[in-house]
């Protein structure tokens, strides 16, 4: 069982930063999958990024390639998301999920995940 706490959100205007964190407690056994995900009102979840917490590779989904970035601190069993040029259409609900006991990220399925936080809203106006 990992338990997982977001950070961060906030109101931004377009083109503005916000820097998202994710607290993981409970097992957090090294070998795990950190992701990122956003959900807009009425829509599906969609994925962001990934980090393995060993190694530390990473993957972005096109939509915020090259303008977020993902990071962590395994000290602090902690993730975050920079979110840098934000858009109006940034704006969703990001969720914090991790996939335990896995040696890589298996991708951005909403399925993959077993542990979600409880989300943190970051509106984005123009």
């Known amino acids: 069982q990992v338990q997982l706490v977001e950070s961060g959100g906030g109101s931004a205007q377009a083109g503005g930063s916000l820097r998202l964190s994710c607290a993981a407690s409970?097992?957090?056994?090294?070998?795990?999958?950190m992701a990122w995900f956003r959900q807009l009102p009425g829509k599906g979840r969609e994925g962001v990024a990934t980090?393995?917490?060993?190694?530390?590779?990473?993957y972005y989904a096109y939509s915020v390639k090259g303008r977020f970035t993902i990071s962590q601190d395994n000290a602090k069993n902690t993730v975050y998301l920079q979110a840098d040029s934000l858009k109006p259409e940034d704006t969703a609900m990001y969720y914090c999920?991790?996939?335990?006991?896995?040696?890589?990220?298996?991708?951005?399925?909403?399925?993959?995940?077993?542990?979600w936080g409880q989300g943190t809203q970051v509106t984005v106006s123009s």
């Open positions: 999920a991790a996939d335990l006991g896995t040696w890589w990220c298996r991708g951005l399925s909403v399925s993959t995940y077993a542990y």
């Open positions: 980090i393995h917490t060993r190694g530390g590779s990473t």
């Open positions: 409970g097992n957090t056994a090294s070998n795990r999958c």
